[in-house]
C-alpha cells in the first residue's frame, strides 16, 4: 500500500466514523423526537379523553334533565286531563240534580248574594221547570228578584241583573273562578305522594 492508499484508507476510515457518529447522533435526535412525540400524543390523547368524558357527563345531564322534563310535562298534562274530567263531572252532576236538589243549591248560591235584587236570568230548560215558589225562596235567601222570561245561554245556574251590574252565578263560570282553588284541593287529595 503505498502513501497516498493509506491517507486515502485513513480518510475512509475517518469519513466511517463520523457517518456512524453522525447516523448515531441522528438515531438518538429521532429517538428523543419520537419520545417527545410520544408524550405529546399521549398528553393530547388524555386531554382529549378527559374532554370527551366531561361532553360525555354533559351530553348525559342534559338528556337526563330532557327526560325529567318531559316525564314532569307527560304527568301535567295527565294531571290536567284528570282535573278537566273531575271538573267536567261537576259541572254534568250540578247540572243533572233532580229539581228539588237543583234548585236548593240555587238558593245556596243566591246566599251569596245577600242583600241585593234585581232580575233573575236563566236558561230555558230552568225556566220550564221553575218552582211556582222560586221567588218566595229566593228572598228567603236574602235576594229580592224577578225572574226574565228570555233565557241566558248558560250551562246552568243563573245571572243576576242589578241594574248595569251582573253577578254571575253560572255554574262553569263558578267552576272556573275557583279553578285554582279546586286544582289545588285536588292535587293534595289525589296527586299528593
Known amino acids: 500500500m503505498t502513501g497516498g492508499d493509506k491517507i486515502?484508507?485513513?480518510?475512509?476510515?475517518?469519513?466511517?466514523?463520523?457517518?456512524?457518529?453522525?447516523?448515531?447522533?441522528?438515531?438518538?435526535?429521532?429517538?428523543?423526537?419520537?419520545?417527545?412525540?410520544?408524550?405529546?400524543?399521549?398528553?393530547?390523547?388524555?386531554?382529549?379523553?378527559?374532554?370527551?368524558?366531561?361532553?360525555?357527563?354533559?351530553?348525559?345531564?342534559?338528556?337526563?334533565?330532557?327526560?325529567?322534563?318531559?316525564?314532569?310535562?307527560?304527568?301535567?298534562?295527565?294531571?290536567?286531563?284528570?282535573?278537566?274530567?273531575?271538573?267536567?263531572?261537576?259541572?254534568?252532576?250540578?247540572?243533572?240534580?233532580?229539581?228539588?236538589?237543583?234548585?236548593?243549591?240555587?238558593?245556596?248560591?243566591?246566599k251569596r248574594l245577600e242583600g241585593k235584587s234585581g232580575k233573575v236570568v236563566m236558561n230555558l230548560k230552568d225556566l220550564s221547570r221553575l218552582p211556582s215558589d222560586f221567588k218566595s225562596q229566593m228572598k228567603q235567601s236574602g235576594v229580592d228578584v224577578s225572574v226574565s222570561e228570555t233565557p241566558a245561554e248558560i250551562s246552568g245556574g243563573f245571572i243576576l241583573k242589578c241594574g248595569d251590574i251582573e253577578e254571575n252565578m253560572d255554574f262553569s263560570a263558578i267552576l272556573d273562578d275557583k279553578r285554582d282553588e279546586i286544582e289545588d284541593l285536588i292535587n293534595r287529595e289525589l296527586f299528593s305522594e
Open 8 to 110: 486515502l484508507a485513513h480518510i475512509k476510515s475517518d469519513c466511517d466514523e463520523n457517518i456512524k457518529s453522525i447516523e448515531a447522533e441522528a438515531e438518538n435526535i429521532c429517538a428523543q423526537i419520537i419520545a417527545d412525540g410520544r408524550k405529546k400524543a399521549e398528553a393530547a390523547a388524555e386531554e382529549i379523553a378527559g374532554k370527551a368524558k366531561i361532553n360525555a357527563e354533559h351530553i348525559k345531564a342534559a338528556a337526563k334533565s330532557r327526560a325529567d322534563l318531559e316525564m314532569r310535562n307527560t304527568l301535567l298534562k295527565k294531571r290536567r286531563g284528570e282535573i278537566d274530567k273531575t271538573f267536567n263531572a261537576v259541572l254534568k252532576y250540578l247540572l243533572n240534580l233532580e229539581d228539588e236538589a237543583y234548585f236548593k243549591t240555587i238558593y245556596k248560591l243566591a
